[in-house]
């Protein structure tokens, strides 16, 4: 299995951004795939998740109503849609799946397997 990355850069607090994580290898139709964010000194810590046979969702409080993430099979692409940045939410962001095919409500980087290689999103003030 391989995930990469994309979307990542420099945008001024308020704003929005779009990464993608482009996902191949899988060997089963049941995944849950989720974006994690790390930033310098820092744990890394969960932002989103979602199962794909059911489309379940599950997000970190502290990105809930700005985030969103979604699927597109046909491409095997993990969007993560951010809105109205923060600095706070300046990270290295990372994708990662595991095959399972629902996303657990208190999932933790722990539970992922799979991992891509991060992007880097930079927010200014």
């Known amino acids: 299995v391989q995930l990469v990355e994309s979307g990542g850069g420099l945008v001024q607090a308020g704003k929005s951004l779009k990464l993608s994580c482009v996902a191949s290898?899988?060997?089963?139709?049941?995944?849950?795939v989720g974006w994690f964010r790390q930033a310098p000194g820092m744990e890394r810590e969960r932002v989103a998740c979602i199962g794909q046979r059911i489309r379940n969702t599950h997000y970190e409080d502290s990105v809930k109503g700005r985030f969103t993430i979604s699927l597109d099979d046909s491409e095997n692409i993990i969007y993560l849609q951010m809105s109205d940045l923060r600095p706070r939410d300046a990270a290295t962001y990372f994708c990662a799946a595991d095959p399972v095919p629902v996303c657990y409500d208190r999932f933790t980087a722990d539970d992922f397997v799979h991992w891509g290689r991060g992007t880097q999103v930079t927010v200014s003030e």
């Open positions: 290898g899988f060997e089963r139709d049941d995944w849950a």
